[in-house]
Nanobody, 114 residues
């Protein structure tokens, strides 16, 4: 299974970004639909930390700092996951990763700066 997060970039404080995560090489279509997708980030100040979680049925969970600003979602037909990030802050700067079970993708860099 290969996961790839993309959609990062440079955004001003208060701006928005939508990260995407694609899953390829799944042994069967049920892997994606039966696996939750987590988002983590590595920031300059902190070790890798949990950001959000989404199941294929729409159940979500968020770190405290993400509640009310970030939204995790899934498109099972496309084997895609998304992380909509609004009202971004400089402290959100970091490398964002998507994971499913033991699989981690390469991260995408988010920079929030004026």
């Amino acid at each position: 299974v290969q996961l790839q997060a993309f959609g990062g970039g440079l955004v001003q404080p208060g701006g928005s970004l939508r990260l995407s995560c694609t899953a390829t090489g799944t042994a069967s279509g049920s892997f994606f639909s039966n696996s939750g997708m987590d988002w983590y980030r590595q920031t300059p100040r902190r070790q890798r930390e949990f950001v959000a979680f989404a199941t294929s049925s729409g159940t979500t969970d968020y770190a405290e700092f993400a509640k009310g600003r970030f939204t995790a979602s899934r498109d099972n037909a496309k084997n895609m996951g998304y992380l909509q990030m609004n009202n971004l802050k400089p402290e959100d700067t970091g490398v964002y990763y998507c994971t499913m079970r033991q699989y981690w993708g390469q991260g995408t860099v988010v920079t929030v700066s004026s």
